[in-house]
């Protein structure tokens, strides 16, 4: 019986990735020219219109946008758990270690899916199945990609929950999601997705859902674990806060394009694309006394009917009559940045 | 000061003519029962316990808390949708609880609710005519002999919607729109004092500051009083006049925005803040970051003593004996309740903005 015992803390052995040639020396993660539609009853909405970035280890991207800018369908493009249809990606590609991911067969992809690139969801509660076992959910992983058994998973699952700072994990791997508090969901979360030792994990509004002393926790946590494991971080949200504090570069989104990549103190400190600089000014901030609230007019647009030009055009304070019909490619901005927007100079300067 | 242990924090002038509403020692106790047909009270959730503030006319009370803390719950209190377990509640001098339904109706007038789920608080088969003129029907003497359609127009256009708009549904508007429809509802019966529970934090950033914005200039435009609860502390520093921490039911610490954010003593108001990230990457490690350790206590068993003692890093015996009261301590100018509280900043800007108005 002991030696049948496959060796789990060697890792995969039988991995089937094992036959594709991932390059060491190739960028972590590249996102190149990203395209994704969806085919509604009013017709084609492109969710995501060329995005592309890249990642190296141990760096943080943060992907800051409202709802509907296309930021989780970006993620969930690169992670291949778009549903398709209505889903359709329209172009592009997504390349771990220089291998494109979305070429690749679905059998294979399946291994990269928490093996090499993890996914860190918003709202726990829903995200575990409330039937099993916090250890059982988590052990999964460790039974269904390594081959084993329930007791060394179990062992694993339980180091698992130590290492994301859940007391007395001994003792809680047998719990059901609901006896967590939302901050200690969070952390099983992460530790499902830290569980098989990826290199890139991509967390879509990890906090969101929780108060603001626990998300400092988490973000902290998440924070140390990044650092000791050399993990690329793609952290996806809304919260202008959060990103100042733990992205190294951002990726403006907005209505399904990028409309703005800088490192993070280029952007806070001179944004060179109105609508990073409207968002900055519209936001209240705790550490400065009330002021008027600089307002972006109107609603962004719908994706299914788009106005002409610029997206931005109909709510910006930079207008003129070019950007209502000609749309601004990524335009080059000094010291390695980048800026949707004919008049990001004027932007700058401002 | 008379060293008055008992309950009594500062006596609070009930006939003012400039106070709208003065809540006293409100508390509000859920049983916890067991069993189906006979059931017994096993316990209760202090959801609010022993909460006293005064509003003024024209002002704003931001309420901050993290969820559990029983705001919510306090704000319902203030709408008369649950009767409080003890202590009383006076709105523009009239005592709340113990009213007959009638009685309870007109007073209800003067105090509305704007929820926080636009999706949610709106019926799907009402029509934006119906939804704003709905408190019409139940006080139509406040239509005051005008035209109800023509009424509700006009508030439409107060909140900034576009007053043609009054036959299509909820479903049409988008989420800010949705909940310009909730406040004109709120509005609709004039009311002096809005309850404002999580009003913003459904939506996205670059609408939130639209419906921030409505809400100041509606509050110069009828000299309404808010009640404004969130969690988020940087919207509610920007509207509030005064600001009241709250923890596991108690108020952990209360005075004016800049007591409370330039110098706060309580230390769950120091972790609070220190816990907001600032849209600023150039403070990075720069702030003094207080990572508080574990949960918020289940309210149905609250720690003795001081309720934030499990968490507090400040902590010491006599804090697990004794309840401190909320009162004005030795180096503060407002009231805390903690026994060793001591003003520490917590948020510096880096670049003060100018020309602060007083």
Redesign the interface.
């Known amino acids: 019986m002991t030696d049948t015992k496959p060796d789990v803390t060697a890792g995969p052995a039988k991995s089937p990735l094992r036959n594709v040639a991932f390059d060491p020396s190739a960028p972590l993660l590249e996102v190149e020219d990203l395209a994704v539609e969806f085919h509604t009853r009013d017709g084609v909405a492109r969710a995501v219109n060329g995005v592309s970035f890249s990642l190296s280890e141990g760096e943080t991207l943060g992907i800051l946008g409202?709802?509907g800018c296309g930021k989780s369908v970006t993620a969930q493009a690169i992670m291949g758990i778009l549903d398709t249809p209505p889903a359709r990606i329209a172009g592009g590609e997504v390349r771990y270690r220089g291998v494109d991911l979305l070429s690749m067969d679905e059998k294979l992809r399946r291994h990269v899916r928490a093996n090499k690139i993890a996914m860190i969801f918003q709202d726990a509660l829903s995200s575990l199945n409330p039937v099993f076992t916090v250890g059982w959910q988590l052990a999964e992983s460790f039974r269904v990609h390594q081959g084993a058994d329930r007791k060394q998973a179990k062992q694993r699952a339980v180091e698992m929950l130590d290492l994301v700072g859940i007391p007395a994990a001994k003792n809680r791997v047998d719990d059901f999601p609901h006896q967590f508090?939302?901050?200690?969901r969070q952390r099983v979360m992460i530790a499902m997705a830290l569980s098989l030792k990826p290199d890139v994990i991509i967390a879509d509004e990890p906090t969101t859902a929780l108060?603001?002393?626990?998300?400092?926790?988490v973000?902290?946590l998440l924070a140390d674990l990044q650092q000791e494991m050399r993990l690329g971080l793609i952290l996806i949200t809304?919260?202008?806060?959060?990103?100042?504090?733990v992205?190294d570069k951002i990726c403006v989104m907005y209505a399904g394009n990028a409309v703005e990549q800088a490192d993070?103190?280029q952007t806070?400190?001179s944004p060179a694309h109105p609508y990073t600089r409207?968002?900055?000014e519209?936001?209240?901030?705790?550490?400065?006394?009330?002021?008027?609230?600089?307002?972006?007019?109107g609603?962004?647009p719908a994706l299914v009917n788009p106005p002409p030009g610029c997206l931005f055009h109909p709510r910006c304070t930079f207008a003129r009559d070019r950007c209502k019909v000609e749309a601004p490619p990524l335009y080059p901005v000094p010291g390695g940045r980048a800026s949707a927007c004919h008049y990001w100079e004027e932007v700058m300067a401002k | 000061m008379t060293t008055d242990t008992t309950r009594a924090q500062e006596p609070l002038p009930v006939d003012d003519d400039d106070v709208v509403l003065t809540v006293r020692d409100v508390k509000k106790y859920f049983p916890l029962t067991q069993g189906i047909v006979f059931k017994r009270t096993i316990g209760h959730v202090k959801a609010v316990d022993g909460v006293s503030f005064q509003l003024h006319k024209g002002e704003t009370l931001g309420i901050v808390g993290?969820?559990g803390c029983g705001k919510s719950t306090l704000g319902r209190l203030l709408m008369g949708l649950e009767a409080p377990t003890e202590g009383s509640i006076r709105l523009l001098g009239h005592e709340m609880a113990g009213l007959k339904p009638s009685q309870m109706r007109a007073l209800r007038r003067d105090i509305q609710i704007v929820l926080q789920d636009p999706y949610s608080s709106l019926d799907p088969r009402m029509t934006v005519g119906d939804i704003v003129g709905e408190p019409f029907d139940i006080h139509p003497q406040a239509l005051e002999g005008r035209e109800r359609r023509k009424v509700v127009q006009e508030l439409l256009d107060v909140v900034g919607l576009n007053p043609d708009h009054v036959n299509r549904y909820p479903h049409q508007f988008?989420g800010?729109q949705r909940q310009r429809i909730g406040i004109a509802r709120a509005l609709s019966l004039k009311p002096k004092v809005i309850v404002c529970d999580e009003p913003v934090s459904a939506l996205?950033?670059?609408?939130?500051?639209?419906v921030?914005?409505l809400f100041e200039r509606l509050q110069d435009e009828f000299g309404l009083s808010y009640v404004f609860i969130a969690?988020d502390?940087?919207?509610v520093?920007?509207?509030s006049d005064r600001v009241m921490v709250m923890y596991l039911g108690k108020t952990m610490e209360i005075g004016n925005?800049?007591q409370i954010?330039g110098e706060p003593t309580h230390p769950y108001t120091q972790?609070?803040?220190?816990?907001?990230?600032?849209?600023?990457?150039?403070?990075?490690g720069r702030r003094d970051?207080i990572?508080?350790?574990g949960?918020?206590p289940s309210p149905a068993n609250p720690p003795s003593g001081c309720r934030f003692r499990t968490r507090c890093w400040k902590a010491e015996d006599i804090c697990a004996q004794e309840e401190p009261l909320l009162q004005i301590r030795e180096k503060a100018d407002h009231p805390s309740a903690c026994h060793f509280a001591q003003p520490r900043e917590i948020?510096?800007?880096i670049d003060e903005?100018e020309g602060?108005?007083a």
């Open positions: 409202e709802s508090s939302g901050g200690m108060d603001v002393t626990v998300q400092a926790q973000m902290q809304h919260d202008m806060g959060v990103v100042a504090d992205a993070v103190y806070y400190e409207a968002l900055l519209s936001i209240p901030r705790v550490d400065q006394k009330g002021q008027e609230l600089t307002v972006i007019k609603l962004p | 993290e969820s988008s800010g996205d950033v670059s609408v939130q500051a639209q921030v914005n969690h502390l940087s919207v520093r920007h509207i925005e800049d954010y972790a609070l803040l220190s816990a907001v990230p600032v849209p600023d990457p150039r403070m990075k970051h990572v508080l350790e949960d918020v948020i510096r800007a903005p602060q108005d």
